[in-house]
């Protein structure tokens, strides 16, 4: 079992930035893929960026240049980083870790972990 807690969610103004961290626990040697997720009230959850152990990253289109992600197996930790936030990227954010790293290149949701998720709200 993997045990996932995320942090760093909050409210912030457009434009601003934000670091969503998620710290994992329990059997982390069987992680490979790791991504972070995100539903809007009304929507459904859509990926936005997961990485592999690699390194492979795979990011959604509204995200591209402004959001980062990244991991530190030492810490067994991922992080999100958004910069240049907008009213639309407002949710509540999930972190995911698999085994499977196929999940990263896909882009699908069929993780095994998921965290309890953070709430992202960004006002104009």
């Known amino acids: 079992q993997v045990q996932l807690v995320e942090s760093g969610g909050g409210l912030v103004q457009t434009g601003g930035s934000l670091r969503l961290s998620c710290a994992a626990s329990?059997?982390?040697?069987?992680?490979?893929?790791m991504g972070w997720y995100r539903q809007a009230p009304g929507k459904q959850r859509e990926l936005v960026a997961a990485?592999?152990?690699?390194?492979?990253?795979n990011y959604a289109d509204p995200v591209k240049g402004r959001f980062t992600i990244s991991r530190d197996d030492a810490k067994n930790t991922v992080y999100l980083q958004m910069n240049s936030l907008k009213s639309e990227d407002t949710a509540v954010y999930y972190c995911?870790?698999?085994?499977?790293?196929?999940?990263?290149?896909?882009?699908?949701?069929?993780?095994?972990?998921w965290g309890q998720g953070t709430q992202v709200t960004v006002s104009s």
């Open positions: 329990g059997r982390t040697s069987s992680i490979n893929a």
């Open positions: 995911a870790a698999d085994p499977n790293t196929r999940l990263v290149v896909a882009g699908t949701d069929g993780y095994d972990y």
């Open positions: 990485i592999t152990r690699g390194g492979y990253t």
